[in-house]
Antibody, heavy 127, light 107 residues
Framework: EVQLVESGGGLVQPGGSLRLSCAAS????????MSWVRQAPGKGLEWVAN????????YYVDSVKGRFTISRDNAKNSLYLQMNSLRAEDTAVYYC????????????????????WGKGITVTVSS | DIQLTQSPSFLSASVGDSVTIACRAS??????LAWYQQKPGKAPNLLIY???TLQSGVPSRFSGSGSGTEFTLTISSLQPEDFATYYC?????????FGQGTRLEIK
């Protein structure tokens, strides 16, 4: 059974830092892209960042570039999100998620999607 | 960035009804679109990818269609467990973006 368990959330002051971790199990972690998605209170989903299987490619939403760093340790089956210079608008539930991909008969290209999510961890940025 | 606009934002329907949710992209994304269902306090759940491919284990009353900039999610014969919020997501280009969501409530 695929499991993704986030940890490291909590209350932090504006300008502070937090490191989120995600422990993965039930699948070959090193074979998948992984991502972080967040959801501010009462708001919709926002993709934050993702990372390739070997960590060689990373992508970020503009609002976190230069402040957040996504990383992974395949030996420990773990995904991380280092969050620095936190702002009130970073307050959200943060989900760790597995990205998968597939080819579809009759169509060119490889189609990616997010097929498993953790339960989420709350990050609150407030003084 | 590619903007996704869902309509309607709120939908009220009864058990047994058929409903359609639209998702419009700000530019051509081919069929690089997925749909998710989210219930309060829970993580999203994948329904459809590649615009129309049903994820394994998802009931066949869910279907998706469209390409380019216009997409739809249809739920036929609504069941009580279908009342939730639905999001479209484009994976054509970075940054990956979601629609603002459509909240489906029981009439």
């Amino acid at each position: 059974e695929v499991q993704l368990v986030e940890s490291g959330g909590g209350l932090v002051q504006p300008g502070g830092s937090l490191r989120l971790s995600c422990a993965a199990s039930g699948f070959t972690f090193s074979s998948y892209w992984m991502s972080w998605v967040r959801q501010a209170p009462g708001k919709g989903l926002e993709w934050v960042a993702n990372i390739k299987q070997d960590g060689s490619e990373k992508y970020y939403v503009d609002s976190v570039k230069g402040r957040f760093t996504i990383s992974r340790d395949n030996a420990k089956n773990s995904l991380y999100l280092q969050m620095n210079s936190l702002r009130a608008e970073d307050t959200a539930v943060y989900y760790c998620a597995r990205e998968n991909s597939a080819m579809v008969r009759g169509r060119a290209g490889v189609f990616s999607y997010t097929d498993f999510w953790g339960k989420g961890i709350t990050v609150t940025v407030s003084s | 960035d590619i903007q996704l606009t869902q309509s309607p934002s709120f939908l009220s329907a009864s058990v047994g009804d058929s409903v359609t949710i639209a998702c419009r992209a700000s530019r051509d994304i081919s069929t690089y679109l997925a749909w998710y269902q989210q219930k309060p306090g829970k993580a999203p759940n994948l329904l459809i990818y590649a615009a129309s491919t049903l994820q394994s284990g998802v009931p066949s009353r869910f279907s998706g269609s469209g390409s380019g900039t216009e997409f739809t999610l249809t739920i036929s014969s609504l069941q009580p467990e279908d009342f939730a919020t639905y999001y479209c997501q484009q994976v054509n280009s970075y940054p990956i973006t979601f629609g603002q969501g459509t909240r489906l409530e029981i009439k």
